[in-house]
Structure formats: C-alpha cells, structure tokens
Nanobody, 125 residues
Framework: QLQLVESGGGSVQPGGSLRLSCAGS????????IMWFRQAPGKEREGVAC????????SYGDSVKGRFTISRDSAKNTVNLQMNSLKPEDTAVYYC??????????????????WGQGIEVTVSS
C-alpha cells in the first residue's frame, strides 16, 4: 500500500525557516512525481513545489520561488521542502502527494496515487 507521511511542521516567526519531510512507504519516491501543496482556511488548495519522477526536475509556485527548495533523498526515500524567509501568508496545512506528472495547478484527489495526512505550518510573530 502506497503511503506518504509528512513531518517537520510547526510555528515560526516571520523570516524564519522550516524543513518539511515527506516519507514514502510501499513505493520508491523516485518512481513518482511528488508535489507539495498547501491549503489555508477559506482558501483554495495551492501547488507549492514539485519534483518530477526519474529526472528530478523541479518547479515552484510563484509565491514561493526563491524562498522554498524541494529535494529528494533517495537513500531515505523522502522528499523534502526547505522553506526560508517565511511569511505569515505561508501559514497553511501542507500536504505531499504522489502523482504521475508535475502540475502545480490544483489537482483533483483522484489524480494522486497517494497523499499524506497534512501538517500545520504557522508563521506568526
């Protein structure tokens, strides 16, 4: 059974950093594109970053470009999201999902082969 589990969330002051991890089980994360997306209360789901299967090409949403970095650790079977220069508007529940191809536009749940339970990130002074 394909599973993803997020970790590393929490609270941080504006300008701070957090590192999220997405651990895969039941499959090799290199065989899927892995996307981080987020949802804030009252807002639409937003694609944050994606790393493509095999080649590992990366893409980012406009709101996080230059601040967030997605990477893959094959030895640990994880995909990480390093978030720097955090802003209050980054506050949301962050999810990782496995799908065939990267697409930062909001995707229906049926396009995902697996997704995590979500983890909270709060940016506040």
């Amino acid at each position: 059974q394909l599973q993803l589990v997020e970790s590393g969330g929490g609270s941080v002051q504006p300008g701070g950093s957090l590192r999220l991890s997405c651990a895969g089980s039941g499959f090799n994360v290199e065989s899927s594109s892995i996307m981080w997306f987020r949802q804030a209360p009252g807002k639409e789901r937003e694609g944050v970053a994606c790393i493509s299967r095999s080649a590992g090409s990366t893409s980012y949403g406009d709101s996080v470009k230059g601040r967030f970095t997605i990477s893959r650790d094959s030895a640990k079977n994880t995909v990480n999201l390093q978030m720097n220069s955090l802003k209050p508007e980054d506050t949301a529940v962050y999810y990782c999902g496995a799908l065939e191809d990267c697409n930062l536009k909001p995707q229906p749940w049926w396009r995902y082969d697996a997704w995590g339970q979500g983890i909270e990130v709060t940016v506040s002074s």
